[in-house]
């Protein structure tokens, strides 16, 4: 692999490529057709991955403390998978999330009925105060 490759590796088991453009590669060019080429070895192994760009990204510091002003696409790759590692586990995290998101589903009508049902009380003191049948309302 090309030693121009930055990896990082997560405690999750995530595992990110990335080939900068213009900072560590000579253009935006070379440092796609690099990305292009690990993930062609990578699908080979059998990973499965997902690539992505950011564009124009500025080199973080040069000297001093100040941009250097080099700009350049960011090509990422993101290893999903790796062969071995079994679908039943993305499964399980698939009806995890599904399950979130019907919990969080759930959530937001009870707070829809919650604010249905404030309105209405904060209607009928309206109405009562309105009416004179609170009377007036003294500070204590």
């Keep these: 692999m090309d030693q121009r490759i930055k ?10 490529y990335s080939c900068w453009g213009n900072v560590d590669f000579p253009s935006n060019a070379e440092a796609l057709r690099a990305r292009d080429a690990l993930a062609k070895a990578l699908r080979a192994e059998g990973a499965v991955i997902k690539r992505r760009t950011l564009t ?11 941009p250097d002003g080099a700009v350049g696409n960011v090509y990422q790759i993101t ?14 995290l698939e009806a995890q999330r599904d399950l979130i998101e019907r919990r969080l589903i759930e959530a937001k009508r009870e707070v829809d009925r919650l604010e249905t049902a404030r309105q209405a009380v ?19």
């Design 79 to 92: 290893v999903i998978r790796q062969e071995g590692e079994t679908m039943a586990t993305y499964q399980q």
């Design 56 to 66: 124009n990204q500025l080199r973080p510091y040069g000297s001093l403390g100040c």
């Design 122 to 140: 904060h209607g009928r003191i309206w109405k009562l105060i309105h009416n004179g049948a609170l009377g007036p309302i003294k500070e204590g």
């Design 7 to 16: 990896v990082m590796v997560f405690d999750s088991g995530r595992t990110d």
